[in-house]
């Protein structure tokens, strides 16, 4: 069988940053002139922020709207108020009025200000459009550019329309059938058009039974409709089924991508987007309030260990075998936490099977808590041979793999439900959880039985 | 504004929960029928393991091929070989090849024979094709009902076959151009046939410059090009440029969705796809192995601190502080690796800019290590009354936390060129680090200075 090979891909960035320390700019310029804006936003990232706009200046105009649109949140904040609003002009002719309505927050007044009055009236219309829905849902995600037909037509006339029209927009693989007040009835997939007989009606060939979103449908569930029915485009409808505009794959993608990057970056407690080569003291101060917190936790646990200083100091090996039982519970935990999280995502952990789930994670940690308790109490023998001392880690290690994996449960759960990201807050709370009761029920135990 | 709101999903899973429980099973078959295969996958995995294979037998057979794509591996593995050859060739008929070529691993032997049987030649062909190729490669993804056309003819006579030969495959938005040989040329979209004067020859109105890949490509490499690009379909080729097939958008997204899931179950130590209600056996030991190194993990550092039990026996703080140092290194460095990481593998972060990354983390490093120390410090000059104490665990935070920045750096990249995977194995590696240096530098300053 043939094996995998990594394909040799050109290397922009190590261009790039050869002709930045040779000072040869304007290659820089006839370089950018041949790559995709997906390319130019992926070199961006990978300079050092001091030098970016340096290289942005280099960025041909005509590209610079759609490389804005591919950059993290933070290199896009840092580069866009650059541009002059001639700069801006050019960048917005480029992009549809979705993209535009994405990028409007970055621009100074008075770009906004050239911007609108740039468009035309319909196009300002659809602006307000897209600008009146939150940027998470279907209406502020959505294009303004589906393209309408009758039910009454035959193919042959909406095929002589297209050809009059000409060029249809990107990712058009359906037209939606609407009646006189616009209200959304159906639609016409394009290569059932090309396949059909022209002398048939769109009505006699349109899907009646179609996905479309509500303005106000959460982009998460967006995504997860584009995958799980293999979707292209959809409609977008208003509480009237209005036809409003649509959504096409490439936005379901970008969501996609950018739930998956935010559930990896929040379990190491960053709340926005982090570039790799930010500052020194932005990066410094984005992980500030991440390690506070951990701080304020990693004292909680000390005073703990504190309560018990008499009982260390007469058996001193208690202080090395504690973290063993505080980290093998918060890595149970994690476990749990991380099966429970991504079940939350995927709609596979609902209220109607909670509790089975706590019982299987329940069972889980209890017999992964009898199995390493006694591989763990059989070191500890080997090594200290003291019988009560095997016994005490073994039994505080059972407690706290059972802890484990009821916070692992309910701690998603529970903070889901009070409107808090579970990425973001289980973590630090369930190793909390597991670090406190893993000291104090080991150190109690110790109390109880060795002194 | 109008805000977001949680739209009412119907709530499947309580309904199949509640059949099962009355034993009104007659009920789940009118249930299914009217779901779609991957709303059947999320309530077989929402539902205990010892219960799947009876509403499994529910799933109507021209369902059960698309729910057994939907499902997680694991309960795939477990479903699919309690099907009749009856049932595995009513779900292959329903299937493409490139789809009954991922479930071939699942099915016995004779099931196996009876679908091959029930393939005519082309496709038998074209299934050898597909299984040739390693199936996380273009050419183990890729369709094959790729329609071909030859430049020279006209849009009206592509009209007329495309008219005779009825339905196009799923997300065909573009036909491929070839030669008599069966190498490809260019891609026309069907798009430009419906906008164009049918008068035009192909070579006219083709794109001949079109994003391909060869059948080697990795499928991480495909689902970054499909996003970057905006694709729908893209052609896949051999060596010498002969078209072997198609990937589409649908595969592309699923590679994205495994990639991320991949790497959130890879940073709690998962290997394989894990079900959120698998046996609670199997659960136990899938992750045995993961405590398994991590208890390895925790006794190293049990050792490390065993080598300073007189010097705890002295102070005995040292005891309750000590994990505060190793606990603050490992979420400083967890932060930078998680940036590392996702900078590998979106290819911002690469061999030309890994030392100006390098320099930059350990900048941050130094600065949060200072500004940290200097809280810790004066927490602990607070709660202990003790300058020289404050001194050693500042001291200490200041070298753990420079020593996390530059193993959140390394580490990926150096297990990355050692070939595995650097979500797994990165944070047990970096935080064994922080854990052993944090207590080794906090207990051994503390033996210097305070004894």
């Not at 040869?24 to 936003?41: G, T």
């Not at 135990?445 to 002194?451: D, K, Q, R, V």
Request: contains cysteine; aromatic residues 4%.
């Amino acid at each position: 069988m043939a094996q995998p090979q990594e394909l040799e891909k050109p290397d922009y960035l190590t261009e790039v940053l050869t002709a930045l320390d040779d000072g040869a700019d304007e290659s820089l310029r006839v370089l950018f002139a041949d790559l995709h804006p997906a390319e130019i936003a992926n070199v961006l990232e990978g300079i050092p922020a001091s030098k970016r706009p340096k290289v942005w200046a280099h960025v041909p105009a005509e590209l610079k709207g759609g490389t804005l649109l591919e950059l993290s949140d933070s290199v896009r904040a840092d580069l866009a108020p650059l541009m002059d609003e001639a700069a801006v002009l050019a960048a917005a002719r480029e992009l549809d009025i979705d993209d535009i309505a994405d990028l409007l927050p970055e621009l100074s007044d008075e770009a906004i200000a050239e911007v609108l009055a740039s468009l035309d009236k319909q196009n300002r219309q659809r602006l307000d459009a897209v600008l009146s829905y939150p940027d998470d849902t279907a209406g502020g995600l959505m294009n303004v550019d589906a393209v309408t037909l009758r039910e009454n037509i035959t193919l042959e006339v909406v095929l002589r329309y297209l050809r009059r029209r000409g060029e249809l927009p990107e990712n058009t693989d359906k037209l939606f059938v609407v009646d006189r007040h616009d209200r959304f009835l159906g639609e016409l997939r394009t290569n059932t058009l090309l396949t059909s007989d022209p002398q048939l009606r769109v009505a006699q060939v349109m899907e009646r039974e179609a996905v479309t979103f509500p303005a106000l449908t959460p982009q998460r569930e967006i995504a997860a409709a584009f995958e799980d029915y293999d979707l292209v485009s959809a409609a977008v409808v208003d509480e009237d089924n209005h036809l409003l505009g649509r959504i096409t794959v490439d936005d379901a993608v970008d969501v996609m991508r950018e739930e998956a990057e935010h559930s990896l970056m929040a379990s190491a407690g960053f709340t926005e987007q982090e570039d790799v080569l930010a500052p020194v003291l932005r990066s410094s101060r984005h992980r500030a309030v991440w390690l506070g917190v951990n701080l304020f936790t990693a004292f909680t646990a000390a005073w703990v260990i504190s309560l018990f200083e008499t009982t260390i100091s007469k058996v001193v090996i208690l202080a090395a075998l504690m973290p063993i039982v505080a980290s093998m519970g918060g890595n149970a935990g994690i476990q749990t936490l991380t099966i429970v999280i991504r079940g939350l995502a995927l709609g596979t952990v609902t209220s109607a099977n909670a509790r089975r789930v706590l019982v299987k994670e329940l069972l889980v940690g209890a017999v992964n808590g009898m199995v390493w308790a006694c591989a763990v109490g059989l070191v500890v023998l080997l090594w200290q041979h003291d019988v009560l001392l095997a016994a005490v880690i073994a039994g505080a290690m059972v407690i706290n793999l059972g802890f484990a994996a009821l916070m692992g449960v309910l701690v998603p759960i529970v903070i889901g439900r009070l409107g808090i990201d579970p990425p973001l807050a289980s973590g630090v709370i369930l190793t909390t959880v597991t670090d406190v009761v893993g000291f104090f029920v080991f150190l109690g135990l110790a109390s109880l039985i060795l002194i």
